[in-house]
């Protein structure tokens, strides 16, 4: 058919420069004809994306052929068993797109999820585009619930390209998750990783449009202007911002913030789904959680200062559970953590430092930095960490104060502290006398029973804030637990991050000898430090209910084994202010189980969102006579108001009212995970049968397959394919190109374990699903065993009714997105010739139970050309069928986009309601504000016609389907 008189539709397959492409959108041209914009089909150009113009390929070229369904070419298979049918049906249905709000695939991954881990998936699928902040508290697997959305968008099509944004120090370890549980390959770009990466291509080309899945560090990006230009140039199908309070807006922020928050807020435009993950999403301040909110959807929030949840929660845009909220659901896999606070009595030179401390006459407010009183607060602090840190406090004070050139207005300062420094000098001086230490020493060896010698999984997790407490734990340790270099580990924040990542790596590698890890609160966010080690102590009790939280869950996480044993120690002392002081870090202790067993927020207590912020608030406690009565009473009447007690935005009531429990009922209850029609008992079954299929065609080609593990040494097209991914998962030259893969989880388990007492701790069997680049491969080449444009004939004989013939038809309608809507799969059944029904594709093989029956074949050598005079009837029979279904699915779209449309402009009607209210109060010259305001104006509206336009294309359908001929069954002979 003549290109010019052709009417080209999305979903239409053709023919181009002898390539097999799907049309992704069809636009008259500018200057005449029409420009397809297609993605590559066949072998050569699989998954490419290119445009042609109609007239110029007619006139240069052999013109664009469309592949008719009607003239689909039928072919026998003489297969045994009719593997290649078989192998190419499965193939069709593994490339079939989901339409629907079900979890088809995301489930299988190698974990073992739990329901509440699904529903942030089952949430997004509800959304016309899938944009969600993931806020579940720390250690209920956060990462994992991303993993389990991308790979269901990943089998929707709509995962090809990724980008994940993290912290540095958590590149490795979020990588590595991806791969073990998921299999999918995120390329790390780190600055170097980058430079690679410019090298390699021409200089105007794009960085990142070279790697399609690419996790990199937002400082990383954030540093450089030019990275800002590539990145306006580039977009992904999936964007995830791991730790993503980040990068919400602060403030009178610090410049570093700013251009996080700015870099988000690109980013945010540049992906169709956008992932954000975080523990603490918020800062207490409404503008800054709102910043998040409009960054999954501008239209969220019209006033970023006062809203409430009612504002968008039909936008389903953010999630957030404790472990409270699921306690039924992970009781296998968070075992109750075991708390004890252990005390030992102050030694007589402590209370004498103690009694010095407490005297301290210092006079100096440092020119209206930090009161004398809040500097005594900090010397306590610090002496509760150690008399080291302590003591390098009062020389640092001691030194600025001296280095004044009116110094003798402070010697009064100067001579307490100097004082106060003998004090310290002679516990450090004196064997014995730093009691905690002793604490310390005794709890891990009898009340932890930890040997140095012991097993692999018993090793100690020690927290300090001061990096002189910290250095002073590590050598003192060393010498008394008689450990050597290797066995001792510290880590700290300004350790380089890979050298951070190490020490992580090691920690959690069973045959390193690494047994102690001594760090400060560097290792309190996100780092995982359970594989190995269940046992944590607090040296120093933090002064923050936040850092309670962060410090736990390194141990106390989704995958623990075994029961967390956490100690917090306290010194007993005789001095009355300091007994009250230690009291205050007690209630801290006692309100942190509190907050894990029964509220689930921290800062229901405090009503602060920053840590720092906590640490004042209890600095002011211990300012005050009976301080810690009082802040017990502030942290019950913050839990039970239930608004702030002034007009300012309350951001612990707003998330107190998210109540996820309820959605996650009705989710469960309306919503079932769908395992699709396999031809085959799973992905082992499948593979290996492809294997064989390739091993048929190609007697160079080898694989091994033994108790559900495959070994397969990748042929030089599948090496191609490992180019672009990660170089830690792929096939390695001295191994013969090898890969090793398996579908069963428990080896995978295993290998995940193994692979944390290696010191290259990638592991080295992946896993065998639909997501991994081999399954995406092998489906490929096995929709090769026939050629193109052309459909399998299955003579089943005895099995189907010698007098009837059944062709299986796909239709597919996409939205003017060119993303599939709507993808029926029927089977037209005929009787001597006559059409006698029309069956759903599912119901017809479970009935005739065709994925179940050996399906001989006897080898009969039959004329299709029956069948082939019947193709052009089933098709015409097909259509108003799959118009039905279409038409079906379209009312059904056409009902959320009017709820969305009507949802738009109430949103929108508040914004420019918030324009006006804001420029009500404007102090600007009349003419400026005027201005101004109409700036805005014209913002909004764009923001909103663009939005409004985005939700229709996606929730309009193409009236034109691409019919394709799967297979033919027939129970004749021919």
Same mark, same amino acid.
């Given at each position: 058919?003549?290109?010019?008189?052709?009417? +080209?539709?999305?979903?239409?397959?053709?023919?181009?420069?002898?390539?097999?492409?799907?049309?992704?959108?069809?636009?008259?041209?500018?200057?005449?004809?029409?420009?397809?914009?297609?993605?590559?089909?066949?072998?050569?150009?699989?998954?490419?994306?290119? $445009?042609?113009?109609?007239?110029?390929?007619?006139?240069?070229?052999?013109?664009?052929?469309?592949?008719?369904?009607?003239?689909?070419?039928?072919?026998?298979?003489?297969?045994?068993?009719?593997?290649?049918?078989?192998?190419?049906?499965?193939?069709?249905? =593994?490339?079939?797109?989901?339409?629907?709000?079900?979890?088809?695939?995301?489930?299988?991954?190698?974990?073992?999820?739990?329901?509440?881990?699904?529903?942030?998936?089952?949430?997004?699928?509800?959304?016309? !585009?899938?944009?969600?902040?993931?806020?579940?508290?720390?250690?209920?697997?956060?990462?994992?619930?991303?993993?389990?959305?991308?790979?269901?968008?990943?089998?929707?099509?709509?995962?090809?390209?990724?980008?994940?944004?993290?912290?540095?120090?958590?590149?490795?370890?979020?990588?590595?998750?991806?791969?073990?549980?998921?299999?999918?390959?995120?390329?790390?770009?780190?600055?170097?990783?980058?430079?690679?990466?410019?090298?390699?291509?021409?200089?105007?080309?794009?960085?990142?449009?070279?790697?399609?899945?690419?996790?990199?560090?937002?400082?990383?990006?954030?540093?450089?202007?030019?990275?800002?230009?590539?990145?306006?140039?580039?977009?992904?199908?999936?964007?995830?911002?791991?730790?993503?309070?980040?990068?919400?807006?602060?403030?009178?922020?610090?410049?570093?913030?700013?251009?996080?928050?700015?870099?988000?807020?690109?980013?945010?435009?540049?992906?169709?789904?956008?992932?954000?993950?975080?523990?603490?999403?918020?800062?207490?301040?409404?503008?800054?959680?709102?910043?998040?909110?409009?960054?999954?959807?501008?239209?969220?929030?019209?006033?970023?200062?006062?809203?409430?949840?009612?504002?968008?929660?039909?936008?389903?845009?953010?999630?957030?559970?404790? #472990?409270?909220?699921?306690?039924?659901?992970?009781?296998?896999?968070?075992?109750?953590?075991?708390?004890?606070?252990?005390?030992?009595?102050?030694?007589?030179?402590?209370?004498?430092?103690?009694?010095?401390?407490?005297?301290?006459?210092?006079?100096?407010?440092?020119?209206?930095?930090?009161?004398?009183?809040?500097?005594?607060?900090?010397?306590?602090?610090?002496?509760?960490?150690?008399?080291?840190?302590?003591?390098?406090?009062?020389?640092? =004070?001691?030194?600025?104060?001296?280095?004044?050139?009116?110094?003798?207005?402070?010697?009064?300062?100067?001579?307490?502290?100097?004082?106060?420094?003998?004090?310290?000098?002679?516990?450090?001086?004196?064997?014995?006398?730093?009691?905690?230490?002793?604490?310390?020493?005794?709890?891990?060896?009898?009340?932890?029973?930890?040997?140095?010698?012991?097993?692999?999984?018993?090793?100690?997790?020690?927290?300090?804030?001061?990096?002189?407490?910290?250095?002073?734990?590590?050598?003192?340790?060393?010498?008394?637990?008689?450990?050597?270099?290797?066995?001792?580990?510290?880590?700290?924040?300004?350790?380089?991050?890979?050298?951070?990542?190490?020490?992580?790596?090691?920690?959690? $590698?069973?045959?390193?000898?690494?047994?102690?890890?001594?760090?400060?609160?560097?290792?309190?966010?996100?780092?995982?430090?359970?594989?190995?080690?269940?046992?944590?102590?607090?040296?120093?009790?933090?002064?923050?209910?936040?850092?309670?939280?962060?410090?736990?869950?390194?141990?106390? =996480?989704?995958?623990?084994?075994?029961?967390? $044993?956490?100690?917090?120690?306290?010194?007993?002392?005789?001095?009355?202010?300091?007994?009250?002081?230690?009291?205050?870090?007690?209630?801290?202790?006692?309100?942190?189980?509190?907050?894990?067993?029964?509220?689930?927020?921290?800062?229901?207590?405090?009503?602060?969102?920053?840590?720092?912020?906590?640490?004042?608030?209890?600095?002011?406690?211990?300012?005050?006579?009976?301080?810690?009565?009082?802040?017990?009473?502030?942290?019950?009447?913050?839990?039970?108001?239930?608004?702030?007690?002034?007009?300012?935005?309350?951001?612990?009531? +707003?998330?107190?009212?998210?109540?996820?429990?309820?959605?996650?009922?009705?989710?469960?209850?309306?919503?079932?995970?769908?395992?699709?029609?396999?031809?085959?008992?799973?992905?082992?079954?499948?593979?290996?049968?492809?294997?064989?299929?390739?091993?048929?065609?190609?007697?160079? +080609?080898?694989?091994?397959?033994?108790?559900?593990?495959?070994?397969?040494?990748?042929?030089?097209?599948? !090496?191609?394919?490992?180019?672009?991914?990660?170089?830690?998962?792929?096939?390695?030259?001295?191994?013969?190109?090898?890969?090793?893969?398996?579908?069963?989880?428990?080896?995978?388990?295993?290998?995940?374990?193994?692979?944390?007492?290696?010191?290259?701790?990638?592991?080295?069997?992946?896993?065998?699903?639909?997501?991994?680049?081999?399954?995406?491969?092998?489906?490929?080449?096995?929709?090769?065993?026939?050629? =193109?444009?052309?459909?399998?004939?299955? !003579?089943?004989?005895?099995?189907?009714?010698?007098?009837?013939?059944?062709?299986?038809?796909?239709?597919?309608?996409?939205?003017?997105?060119?993303?599939?809507?709507?993808?029926?799969?029927?089977?037209?059944?005929?009787?001597?010739?006559?059409?006698?029904?029309?069956?759903?594709?599912?119901?017809?093989?479970?009935?005739?139970?065709?994925?179940?029956?050996?399906?001989?074949?006897?080898?009969?050598?039959?004329?299709?050309?029956?069948?082939?005079?019947?193709?052009?009837?089933?098709?015409?029979?097909?259509?108003?069928?799959?118009?039905?279904?279409?038409?079906?699915?379209?009312?059904?779209?056409?009902?959320?986009?009017?709820?969305?449309?009507?949802?738009?402009?109430?949103?929108?009607?508040?914004?420019?309601? $918030?324009?006006?209210?804001?420029?009500?109060?404007?102090?600007?010259?009349?003419? !400026?504000?005027?201005?101004?305001?109409?700036?805005?104006?014209?913002?909004?509206?764009?923001?909103?016609?663009?939005? #409004?336009?985005?939700?229709?294309?996606?929730?309009?359908? #193409?009236?034109?389907?691409?019919?394709?001929?799967?297979?033919?069954?027939?129970?004749?002979?021919?």
């Amino acid at each position: 058919m003549a290109a010019e008189s052709q009417k +080209f539709a999305p979903g239409m397959r053709i023919v181009v420069r002898d390539a097999e492409w799907m049309v992704r959108k069809a636009d008259n041209a500018q200057g005449g004809g029409i420009l397809l914009s297609c993605v590559g089909i066949s072998e050569l150009v699989r998954d490419k994306e290119a $445009q042609f113009l109609d007239i110029l390929e007619n006139q240069y070229g052999r013109g664009i052929e469309v592949l008719d369904p009607k003239k689909t070419k039928l072919v026998e298979d003489d297969s045994p068993g009719f593997l290649n049918s078989r192998l190419y049906i499965e193939s069709m249905i =593994r490339s079939r797109v989901p339409v629907d709000e079900n979890i088809h695939l995301g489930d299988k991954a190698a974990m073992d999820s739990m329901n509440f881990q699904l529903l942030p998936t089952k949430m997004a699928l509800k959304q016309p !585009r899938p944009r969600i902040l993931i806020a579940d508290a720390v250690g209920l697997g956060k990462t994992l619930e991303a993993g389990i959305l991308v790979s269901e968008l990943m089998r929707r099509g709509k995962g090809k390209r990724i980008l994940v944004l993290t912290v540095k120090s958590m590149l490795t370890q979020f990588q590595k998750e991806f791969w073990s549980r998921f299999s999918i390959p995120l390329t790390r770009l780190d600055s170097t990783g980058l430079a690679q990466v410019r090298s390699k291509i021409p200089t105007n080309h794009n960085p990142f449009n070279y790697f399609d899945k690419s996790i990199v560090s937002i400082d990383t990006l954030k540093q450089s202007q030019e990275y800002s230009h590539y990145l306006e140039k580039a977009y992904w199908d999936i964007i995830i911002i791991d730790e993503a309070h980040n990068v919400a807006e602060r403030g009178g922020s610090q410049q570093s913030h700013s251009a996080r928050s700015k870099l988000a807020k690109l980013l945010s435009t540049r992906s169709d789904a956008l992932i954000m993950l975080s523990a603490t999403p918020h800062d207490g301040k409404a503008e800054s959680f709102a910043s998040l909110m409009n960054m999954l959807d501008a239209t969220a929030i019209a006033n970023p200062s006062n809203y409430t949840h009612e504002d968008f929660k039909d936008k389903n845009l953010i999630v957030r559970r404790f #472990q409270k909220d699921v306690r039924e659901e992970i009781a296998g896999e968070f075992p109750p953590r075991e708390i004890k606070s252990l005390s030992k009595t102050a030694s007589q030179e402590e209370e004498a430092a103690f009694a010095r401390l407490v005297d301290l006459k210092l006079v100096c407010s440092d020119n209206g930095r930090k009161s004398s009183h809040l500097f005594k607060v900090s010397l306590e602090k610090a002496l509760f960490s150690s008399p080291h840190a302590c003591l390098s406090v009062v020389q640092n =004070r001691i030194k600025n104060l001296s280095s004044r050139q009116n110094s003798s207005e402070f010697i009064q300062d100067i001579n307490e502290l100097e004082s106060f420094k003998l004090s310290l000098e002679h516990i450090i001086n004196t064997s014995s006398a730093f009691s905690k230490y002793n604490n310390l020493v005794e709890t891990i060896r009898d009340d932890l029973a930890w040997k140095k010698n012991g097993p692999s999984d018993d090793r100690l997790v020690i927290f300090t804030e001061s990096i002189k407490t910290l250095d002073y734990l590590f050598e003192s340790l060393k010498a008394d637990l008689k450990l050597n270099d290797k066995q001792i580990k510290k880590m700290h924040g300004s350790m380089a991050d890979t050298d951070i990542m190490q020490v992580v790596e090691e920690f959690g $590698q069973e045959g390193a000898p690494v047994r102690v890890l001594v760090c400060s609160d560097v290792a309190s966010e996100g780092i995982n430090l359970h594989h190995q080690s269940h046992k944590m102590i607090h040296f120093d009790v933090p002064w923050s209910l936040m850092t309670f939280q962060q410090r736990n869950g390194r141990i106390n =996480r989704y995958g623990q084994t075994k029961q967390p $044993q956490i100690r917090y120690l306290l010194t007993d002392s005789d001095n009355d202010q300091i007994k009250g002081d230690m009291r205050t870090l007690e209630l801290l202790i006692e309100k942190d189980q509190q907050t894990v067993e029964n509220i689930g927020d921290s800062a229901e207590f405090t009503k602060s969102y920053d840590s720092e912020e906590e640490v004042e608030l209890v600095s002011q406690a211990m300012l005050i006579t009976n301080g810690t009565e009082k802040l017990n009473a502030q942290f019950e009447d913050n839990l039970q108001a239930e608004t702030s007690d002034d007009d300012e935005f309350d951001m612990t009531a +707003f998330l107190a009212d998210l109540n996820f429990n309820s959605d996650e009922d009705d989710l469960t209850q309306n919503q079932t995970s769908v395992s699709d029609v396999s031809f085959f008992n799973d992905d082992y079954d499948y593979a290996k049968s492809c294997l064989t299929f390739l091993k048929s065609k190609d007697s160079n +080609f080898t694989f091994e397959e033994d108790k559900q593990l495959i070994s397969l040494y990748a042929p030089q097209d599948l !090496r191609r394919r490992f180019e672009f991914l990660p170089k830690e998962v792929r096939p390695a030259k001295d191994t013969q190109y090898r890969l090793h893969l398996s579908q069963d989880k428990t080896l995978i388990n295993q290998e995940i374990k193994r692979a944390q007492s290696d010191s290259v701790a990638w592991p080295k069997v992946s896993y065998l699903w639909p997501v991994h680049p081999v399954s995406s491969w092998l489906n490929d080449k096995v929709k090769n065993a026939f050629g =193109r444009h052309e459909a399998p004939v299955l !003579r089943l004989i005895g099995k189907l009714d010698p007098q009837e013939d059944y062709f299986i038809l796909s239709g597919m309608y996409p939205n003017r997105r060119s993303y599939p809507v709507a993808n029926p799969w029927i089977v037209v059944k005929f009787n001597k010739g006559l059409l006698t029904g029309i069956e759903i594709f599912e119901d017809f093989i479970k009935k005739a139970r065709l994925n179940e029956l050996d399906l001989s074949n006897q080898g009969s050598q039959g004329d299709a050309s029956y069948q082939q005079g019947l193709l052009p009837l089933a098709i015409d029979a097909a259509k108003p069928h799959m118009e039905a279904r279409r038409q079906e699915i379209a009312n059904s779209l056409a009902e959320k986009l009017h709820a969305q449309t009507a949802s738009l402009e109430a949103l929108k009607s508040k914004h420019i309601e $918030q324009i006006e209210f804001d420029f009500s109060k404007s102090k600007l010259h009349e003419t !400026r504000a005027q201005n101004e305001r109409e700036t805005r104006t014209r913002q909004v509206n764009r923001l909103f016609e663009t939005h #409004q336009m985005w939700i229709k294309e996606t929730l309009e359908t #193409q009236d034109t389907p691409y019919i394709q001929l799967i297979a033919v069954l027939t129970g004749t002979r021919g």
